[in-house]
């Protein structure tokens, strides 16, 4: 079976070396609120929302911005995407259908988060949410994918 969207297999073990350590310096700039100076930088934007004297919002303009947040947000999610959508040694119609599964697992468990935070969560506590959930369908995909496939060897190994 002919399958053009997926990378190829290489591009998973580059996508795990960029993940994790992505991941883990994105939770403690997250927790320790670290923005090293010398990432700031006048950046263009789209919308400019400047709090101020007299609150000017505008399309398009220069703001300043540390972009450590964005370098982290940039490498978390194409990394993932490595991850996630890169062939297995041996892809076949069975590990397609476990894709399939997992990607559709992910998007439900993901939105039910998202059902349960506008219910549930409010302000700025919602924002942080928002922000995660830019991330968790690719999560959730990766996790239950190679639960899946572990499984799968596990009791193809067993079978031997």
């Known amino acids: 079976m002919k399958i053009n969207y997926l990378f190829p297999n290489k591009f998973k073990k580059i996508g795990w070396l960029i993940l994790i350590p992505s991941a883990i310096i994105g939770l403690i700039t997250l927790i320790?609120?670290?923005?090293?100076?010398?990432?700031?930088?006048?950046?263009?934007?789209?919308f400019v929302n400047e709090i101020s004297f007299t609150d000017s919002k505008r399309l398009f303009g220069m703001v300043n911005n540390n972009i450590l947040n964005e370098i982290l947000g940039i490498l978390i999610i194409v990394s993932s995407l490595f991850v996630a959508f890169s062939k297995e040694k041996s892809e076949d119609e069975y590990i397609s259908k476990i894709r399939l599964e997992s990607l559709v697992w992910a998007v439900y468990v993901n939105y039910v988060i998202l059902l349960l935070s506008f219910?549930?969560?409010?302000?700025?506590?919602f924002l942080w949410v928002m922000i995660f959930n830019m991330f968790t369908v690719l999560l959730f995909f990766i996790i239950?994918?190679?639960w899946q496939i572990s499984k799968l060897k596990k009791s193809a190994h067993y079978e031997e």
């Open 32 to 46: 320790y609120e670290y923005e090293p100076s010398f990432l700031d930088f006048n950046v263009p934007a789209i």
């Open 119 to 125: 219910i549930f969560i409010f302000d700025f506590s």
């Open 144 to 146: 239950r994918f190679n």
